[in-house]
């Protein structure tokens, strides 16, 4: 006996994958147009443009994801944008939003860590391997810092050389500089509190973006 033919009402569904969808928004700054971007969950890109088209910040940002769905929006990005504009402005010690980052568990480590370095204080790459708990890995604690997705919100460039070079920051040295002299001339103006940015994380191994 032949089984009755396939209808569309006995077909099974078929379940898609829903896409991630990111809104991203281009703010301006004392240290150039900032890239922003979050998913529902939390930010997950901040990238310095350097004359790159939205577009092309997006493609990097991307990468190989094909999962992910683009939109231009202030209203969802206004809590990252006030914060930001607080730091910039020296009203607030910290950008104070939670965080959707990807990363390696060495990475998200780092990054932690980075995140507990005090307003106006610098620490060394080497300081930042013992405080991980990984005391020979000054390399890949820069090479952390360098693939850092969101700097200035997550302090990367607070992390300095053992000779107290201003080096190993993507977004250059001339920013790097700026930030930390930020720092310096509003430390103790504002309240300082440590809090963990990091409730949010995935663990998908991030990797080196050039638009930072």
């Known amino acids: 006996m032949r089984p009755p033919p396939a209808t569309l009402e006995s077909a099974p569904e078929r379940v898609y994958p829903r896409a991630v969808r990111l809104a991203y928004h281009v703010m301006t700054s004392p240290v150039g147009l900032l890239f922003v971007a979050a998913s529902p969950r939390g930010l997950r890109h901040v990238g310095f443009m350097d004359r790159k088209s939205i577009k092309r910040m997006?493609?990097?940002?991307?990468?190989?994801?094909?999962?992910?769905?683009w939109g231009a929006s202030?209203?969802?990005?206004?809590?990252?944008?006030d914060s930001l504009e607080g730091y910039f402005c020296g009203a607030l010690d910290r950008v104070d939003v939670p965080l959707d980052v990807e990363g390696s568990p060495l990475q998200i480590a780092v990054w932690k860590e980075l995140s507990r370095i005090p307003y106006g204080e610098t620490r060394t790459y080497g300081e930042i391997?013992?405080?991980i708990g990984q005391p020979r890995a000054a390399r890949a604690i820069g090479t952390a810092c360098n693939?850092?997705?969101v700097p200035i919100v997550v302090p990367c460039h607070r992390v300095i050389g053992a000779n107290g070079a201003l080096t190993g920051y993507a977004g250059g040295v001339s920013r790097k500089k700026w930030l930390l002299k930020h720092e310096a001339r509003f430390r103790g103006k504002v309240e300082s509190e440590t809090a963990d940015l990091f409730t949010i994380t995935s663990g998908r191994a991030g990797s080196k973006r050039d638009a930072r």
């Open 58 to 69: 997006i493609a990097v940002f991307s990468g190989t994801q094909t999962d992910l769905e």
């Open 74 to 81: 202030l209203l969802e990005l206004k809590p990252v944008v």
């Open 129 to 131: 391997a013992r405080a």
């Open 147 to 149: 693939q850092n997705p």
